[in-house]
């Protein structure tokens, strides 16, 4: 049975896997054995305290609740507002994770900046910071505006006092990480600290009103430090990625209760900051080399956007008994699976060859439409001839050599015309009732033979 915890302890170290409860933390839960999964907790009736919650609310119809465009706001930046849905929704919670110096307080402060200048007052808690060094940054960024507030402060109740005080239309905490609550024995930072404060932000902000942001580290894995019970507190995830040595960075949903996760925003990261990227084709292309072997053009999708970007492909020769297979961007079981169909059914001898695959620009792909393009480009390489400038390919690969149809053929059409891609290589289930587009010729196919002689491999 599980232990009783005595209730004059105001915390308590609960199991994260079956909830067993302990007075003291245990290195293995007796309940469900599960090794190291203890974490130190508020006692649920000093949390309900904290948090003010009242006992008194009353049901009421679903149809008297009132929700439409008026309770979203935009953010003044077009890219965010996208990854958003459309825009910040009022009582909102985000939480912004990315690799340190990616550019998470940049984006944060220039959308504080953008809040203000719309006439809506913005509280930025700086607990890793000075009001000076963020006074630095939104000097260089060219917006210190009078509508942000900036708070050096790290208790949680502190900033929920303040939030109540000067009831601004969004808060931004810098980081997440840093705060801390009394309720808890534990050193900010630990795994009951960020989930206590940021149950105590959201409980507040929710009953309020206010939008919130919460930037978040990134574990060496990729992953949100701390609980991952966080994601399930907030109503959007959002990863800022990107290549330290790029430009470029991305802004992607991987959760989102008020709108799409496939949607994602493309910025470039400048003298003055981040600059919203328009057209993300032209960016990702821009660098491009002209007549050289394993390069291929991918139209794919980016939630509702269409982005051609470059597949590159190095095929080469191993003195390795098992050869490498490197995927950069892109999924390396799937890499191994149309390795092994160009093995099989093209007769391609890859068995002795080292294949490194990466997506130029920093971009991940994790849709199949990728396939032909892939393909495309470890053919390309390994025979050493380059394919035509301008053409444009996409289609799922299946296991047989067929190539399969996928989903919006006429966004990826018009953006490979628009980009000046005249030949566009698609699978023949795509050509069905295409519309054409001018500038851009579309040739489908059914089979990797098919592709091989579109693409001049054979």
Not at 144 to 157: M, Q, R, W
Not at 389 to 417: F, I, S, Y
């Amino acid at each position: 049975m599980p232990a009783k915890v005595d209730k004059r302890h105001r915390t308590a170290f609960v199991c994260q896997q079956c909830g067993h409860a302990a007075a003291r933390w245990l290195g293995q839960c007796p309940g469900c054995q599960a090794w190291n999964s203890f974490v130190e907790e508020a006692l649920p009736d000093e949390r309900r305290q904290r948090a003010g919650v009242d006992g008194g609310r009353k049901p009421r119809p679903l149809a008297t609740v009132t929700a439409g465009q008026s309770l979203r706001r935009s953010t003044g930046l077009a890219e965010l507002d996208r990854v958003l849905g459309g825009g910040l929704v009022q009582g909102s919670i985000v939480l912004l994770g990315g690799d340190p110096g990616i550019g998470k307080s940049t984006l944060a402060l220039q959308a504080c900046g953008a809040l203000a200048r719309q006439g809506l007052p913005v509280l930025y808690v700086a607990g890793e910071e000075s009001p000076e060094q963020v006074r630095l940054r939104a000097d260089r960024l060219g917006m210190a505006e009078d509508g942000v507030l900036v708070l050096p402060e790290t208790s949680a109740e502190a900033v929920v006092e303040e939030i109540a005080r000067t009831r601004p239309s969004a808060v931004v905490v810098d980081s997440i990480q840093t705060l801390h609550t009394t309720a808890l024995g534990s050193a900010p930072g630990s795994v009951g600290q960020v989930r206590e404060s940021a149950a105590l932000l959201t409980t507040h902000c929710k009953a309020t009103g206010i939008a919130c942001f919460l930037i978040g580290h990134v574990t060496k894995e990729g992953t949100l430090a701390g609980p991952r019970v966080l994601e399930h507190l907030v109503d959007t995830v959002l990863y800022f990625e990107g290549d330290g040595a790029h430009a470029l960075r991305v802004l992607r949903a991987v959760k989102n209760r008020f709108g799409s996760t496939n949607e994602v925003g493309v910025f470039e990261m400048g003298e003055g900051g981040l600059v919203e990227v328009a057209n993300p084709s032209a960016a990702f292309l821009a660098e491009r080399p002209v007549g050289a072997p394993g390069s291929a053009v991918l139209a794919t999708l980016e939630g509702s956007r269409p982005v051609l970007v470059e597949i590159q492909a190095l095929v080469s020769r191993s003195g390795l008994a098992m050869p490498r297979r490197t995927a950069i961007g892109l999924d390396p079981g799937r890499v191994a699976l149309l390795l092994a169909v160009l093995e099989k059914r093209m007769r391609m001898q890859l068995h002795d060859q080292d294949v490194f695959l990466n997506v130029a620009g920093g971009l991940r792909i994790d849709e199949p439409a990728a396939d032909l393009a892939i393909v495309a480009a470890v053919a390309s390489s390994a025979r050493g001839r380059p394919l035509a400038e301008d053409v444009a390919v996409w289609g799922e690969v299946g296991l047989t050599g067929e190539v399969r149809a996928v989903a919006r053929p006429d966004a990826r059409l018009r953006e490979a015309g628009r980009q000046g891609f005249a030949r566009c290589v698609l699978p023949a289930g795509n050509l069905k009732g295409l519309a054409p587009v001018a500038g851009a010729r579309p040739r489908g196919v059914a089979a990797l033979d098919q592709l091989f002689e579109a693409l001049d491999l054979a």
